[in-house]
């Protein structure tokens, strides 16, 4: 491999590899180490298949050469859609559908890319999906086999295929033609033989041709004459003509005169002949009457259907393929220029002959013309795939097809059959096969002895070498053959002995001119080469053609593979190419146990630094886990005892002491606004965010999100904005997130927009480019260009100073960009100081469902805060260990009209709930003496309480513990705080549901 080749190779694997690290990196949440980068490298790029690696979203991520040279372009950062046909996308689709839904891990297809030029490549692509430790795929990795000239081989056998039928029937129609002419022929050419006496003409002899010709009996005819029976003129015609044939003593032959039969006036060809006595003297005429009135009317016909025919050889001899009639007993009767092109024959050399004669070569190689008579004893005709050969003994692949033509009786009069050339296919397809049975042999193979010894022997068996040797480096200076070897046949064991004796140093003799070189070195004859230094032993063994190859891994030549057949023969650079490939997937083998091998040495190192990685990644979960639950419940006392005392349910308030609880719960919300953002961005971090996609009214969900803004907005005077277009516009989102993502943007505008300014929201649906486009505008400070790099950085804020104007952690904007690229979306921004800003949120556009209506995001009405109890009477049992929130929330129900029983811990909930028997049951999860968990299982298994509704109120708020708590037993899961109205909403439902 040159210079300049090597460096591309290099470079090609280094992009492929550097993706590869990324994505490793995000799925398993560790780096990767230069061996694991390497290994990667060794297999893309060294593979003669394309390996792609493919976003969720069909965004190629990397592509290795291989793959680009396939389809002729840079593909990275393309959507595959861009390069996929169209009429196999929806498939493709279809299956990238499924891995999403977790129905499939892989998938494969036959399919078409499309390159720049608008040329197609035909390709079987397999994908396999990356999951994560949530198992859900996070990228693909696609392997590419371009079948191209394959799918052109099989399209252009199935047009030659069809030249071919085509051909048979012109074929078969004139010569069913021509045959019912020379039926009509054959079948109304009467000999009628008559004898007369040479002396007086008198009949001696009348056939019963003669009979059926002329309608009497021989009774009636012998011993008369032709004036017996003729019209006097016509009679001495007759005897006239007898009279000339019995005096010159030679045969007359009248080749048309008409007569009266008993069919009417017919045409006759008469020919008479004289029969001498022993004596040499005339002593009878013998007349030969052939009734030719249906001839002459064939060879007017034949005369007309002559240019038909005519036309009939023409496109028989223009076709590409070999034809050849034979008759039913294989003679061949005709072939067509194609046939003696392909064959090396001259028709004087076919013509007569028998097809196997040809068919079997010169080392009456007859498995072809057996399976052709086997198929044409069973079915009548046959159609063949085996080796044919040429007048010089070459053999080559040919599709071999026959059809019987037969008569009106259904007897076969002739076989037409048609050649063609398959080799270029079946050599192809014995390659692929070769290369795919090496690669398993290798992983196979227990060690390189092993794996060479298969290797010589797969190349021997399918590629027709005799005897296949190894050569490896015995230190630095020398070449030694191993005892490893393969021979097909008897013969070779002293040449090979001879080998194992010997040692080349670089450049000398055949194996170390190619481990000098590290190039393949072809001998047209060894026998022959003075410079071949086994040469003797060759020419005792019968060994004539030689090839070298050499195995490399990386630069560096590691052994050498020898070949050797019986015959002479030319360089074949397809050959050498087959088996080159066969020692480059021998060499990647050899360089990927070298990198096993070092990756062993560092194994323990690299667990120890995956478990301390797991081990910083489960601390950071339970100190998030920790803090969440910590600040969430003293939170929840704070709201809790807010919106109560707003409520009025402790008595009544001044205006003043309305504002104070105001800003005590504004102050709460936004603290626990900030406790959400860090625990989203920890769960989108972490890859544990989960979206519930469903289909979403973009309208409806703009105006909610300008309605939790409105406020603020309000305060400062400020217009608030909403354009919709089309207005039904519908996409599949997460209506939460997504009006999460929204709210941040407006919250931001609206706090960094000066008063009496206009905010406003504009959603845009973009059916041709197949995307959602929601911006939020402001006319505010605006962002200079330097600044934008850094503004989605998680706790980045642009103005850090102690005196800084803007409130806030910084972790907005972070939470918008990656919750939206969770949706298959991007963020953009347009800003300059001073001008305002237009964030615009991308979305692909996915058409909704009718079958599910989509979510309008309005604010759920809630429970009226007008102090009417609702359910008086129903108990509820309030199980919590902190005495604030109990009592807050106790106090707030009792207001509502409902009895509440308090629980301080799990056990006491569980003795509560079969004891008191209550309506519902509110349950904290982190309590002392028995945790929520434990308590739920437990009421589930008492028989009075097993039905009871259960709603989890807990500031666990981690991934999973929802799931936990509906595992547990709970009818609900309401995360801390909550509005205490909200909480009403919840109790009044499962009340309907229990007594429904």
Request: aromatic fraction near 4%; charge should be negative; hydrophobic fraction near 45%.
């Amino acid at each position: 491999m040159n210079g300049p080749l090597r460096a591309a190779r290099a470079a090609a694997s280094q992009l492929v590899n550097s993706i590869v690290v990324r994505a490793f990196a995000r799925v398993t949440g560790r780096s990767v180490t230069p061996i694991e980068a390497r290994m990667f490298d060794d297999m893309s790029n060294d593979s003669l298949l394309g390996m792609v690696l493919i976003d969720l979203d069909g965004t190629i991520l990397r592509a290795n050469a291989a793959f680009e040279r396939m389809i002729e372009r840079d593909v990275r950062g393309v959507r595959f859609a861009e390069i996929t046909h169209p009429d196999d996308l929806e498939e493709n689709l279809s299956l990238l559908r499924d891995v999403l839904a977790g129905r499939r891990r892989s998938y494969s297809l036959r399919k078409r890319y499309l390159r720049a030029d608008g040329t197609v490549v035909h390709a079987r692509t397999t994908a396999t999906f990356v999951h994560g430790p949530d198992d859900r795929p996070r990228f693909g990795v696609a392997i590419v086999e371009d079948i191209t000239d394959k799918v052109r081989a099989e399209q252009a056998m199935r047009d030659e295929a069809s030249d071919a039928r085509r051909a048979f029937r012109d074929i078969e129609q004139q010569i069913a033609q021509t045959r019912e002419f020379l039926a009509a022929i054959i079948d109304h050419l009467p000999i009628a033989l008559i004898a007369k006496d040479a002396r007086d003409h008198r009949f001696i002899l009348w056939n019963r041709v003669s009979e059926a010709l002329f309608g009497r009996s021989a009774a009636e005819v012998l011993g008369k004459t032709d004036f017996d029976f003729f019209p006097r003129e016509q009679a001495e015609f007759f005897v006239t003509k007898d009279r000339e044939t019995l005096a010159g003593r030679v045969m007359v032959e009248i080749p048309e005169e008409p007569a009266d039969t008993a069919a009417g006036r017919r045409w006759l060809r008469t020919r008479k002949v004289p029969i001498a006595n022993e004596s040499g003297a005339p002593q009878s005429l013998l007349v030969m009457c052939e009734d030719i009135t249906e001839r002459r009317a064939a060879e007017l016909a034949l005369r007309e259907s002559r240019a038909q025919i005519e036309l009939l050889a023409k496109v028989a001899s223009q076709t590409n393929s070999a034809v050849m009639i034979s008759d039913p007993d294989g003679t061949i009767r005709w072939v067509n220029d194609a046939f003696m092109r392909v064959t090396g024959y001259g028709a004087a050399e076919l013509l007569g002959r028998h097809p196997a004669e040809i068919l079997s070569g010169p080392d009456g190689d007859r498995r072809a013309v057996v399976e052709i008579e086997r198929q044409l004893a069973e079915t009548g005709r046959f159609d063949v795939e085996c080796l044919l050969y040429t007048k010089s003994g070459r053999s080559f692949w040919g599709e071999v097809r026959g059809e019987p033509l037969l008569d009106d009786a259904g007897n076969v009069t002739s076989v037409v059959s048609v050649q063609t050339d398959i080799t270029a296919r079946k050599r192809g397809e014995q390659e692929r096969q070769l290369l795919h049975e090496i690669a398993v042999a290798i992983g196979e193979a227990a060690d390189l002895p092993s794996a060479l010894g298969l290797v010589l022997r797969k190349v021997c068996d399918t590629t027709g070498w005799v005897i296949g040797q190894a050569w490896m480096p015995a230190g630095a200076a020398e070449l030694s053959c191993l005892a490893t070897w393969y021979a097909r046949d008897a013969g070779g064991e002293e040449f090979h002995a001879e080998s194992l004796a010997m040692r080349f140093t670089r450049g000398r003799g055949l194996p170390g001119t190619v481990w000098a070189s590290a190039q393949p070195v072809w001998i047209r004859d060894a026998a022959a080469e003075p410079g071949f230094l086994r040469r003797s032993r060759a020419i005792d063994a019968n060994l004539h053609a030689a090839l070298a190859v050499p195995v490399l891994a990386g630069p560096e030549v590691v052994a050498v593979l020898e070949f050797l057949m019986r015959a002479a023969r030319e360089e074949d650079e397809r050959l050498v190419e087959v088996i080159g490939a066969v020692a480059a997937q021998l060499g990647a083998a050899i360089q990927r146990k070298r990198a096993e091998d070092a990756l062993r040495v560092s194994r323990d190192e690299l667990r120890a630094a995956n478990e301390a990685l797991a081990r910083a990644a489960r601390t950071k979960d339970d100190f998030l886990a920790s803090m969440s639950h910590e600040l969430r419940t003293p939170l929840t006392g704070i709201l809790s005892l807010s919106e109560a005392l707003q409520d009025r349910i402790f008595g009544p308030l001044d205006e003043r002491q309305q504002r104070a609880l105001r800003t005590i719960e504004e102050s709460g919300r936004h603290l626990l606004e900030l406790i959400n953002d860090v625990l989203d961005l920890s769960k989108t971090e972490a890859g544990r965010m989960e979206l519930h996609l469903e289909p979403c009214a973009l309208e409806p969900l703009a105006e909610a999100s300008l309605r939790l803004v409105k406020q603020s907005a309000t305060a400062k005077q400020q217009t608030l904005e909403i354009e919709v277009q089309p207005r039904d516009v519908v996409t599949r989102a997460d209506p939460r997130r997504l009006k999460q993502i929204l709210v941040n943007l407006l919250s931001n505008a609206v706090k960094f927009t000066p008063e009496g300014k206009r905010i406003g929201v504009e959603v845009v649906g973009d059916r041709a480019a197949g995307v959602v486009r929601l911006t939020v505008r402001d006319e505010g400070i605006g962002i200079a260009p330097e600044h934008v790099p850094r503004l989605f950085q998680s706790f980045v804020q642009l103005d850090s100073r102690l005196s800084r104007a803007y409130s806030g952690t910084g972790l907005g904007l972070a939470l918008v960009r990656r919750m939206t690229e969770l949706h298959g979306g991007s963020v953009s921004l347009e800003s300059a100081p001073g001008a305002g800003s237009r964030f615009t949120v991308t979305l692909p556009w996915s058409e909704s469902d009718d079958s599910d209506p989509p979510v309008s995001s309005r604010e759920a009405e809630l429970p009226a805060a007008d102090g009417a109890p609702r359910n008086v009477g129903r108990r509820v049992l309030l199980a919590d260990d902190h005495d604030v929130n109990r009592a807050t929330i106790g106090a707030y129900l009792e207001a509502r009209g409902y009895v509440i029983i308090s629980a301080r811990d799990g056990a006491e909930a569980v003795r509560l709930a079969r004891d008191a028997l209550p309506d519902i049951i509110l349950l904290d999860v982190q309590m002392p003496v028995l945790d929520g968990l434990q308590a739920m299982r437990r009421i589930r298994e008492e028989p009075l309480t097993t039905m009871l509704p259960i709603v989890v109120l807990t500031a666990l708020v981690m991934p999973g513990d929802r799931e936990r708590c509906l595992a547990a037993g709970a009818n609900d899961y309401i995360a801390k705080p909550v509005p205490l109205r909200t909480l009403v909403a919840a109790i009044e439902r499962h009340l309907r549901r229990a007594t429904a």
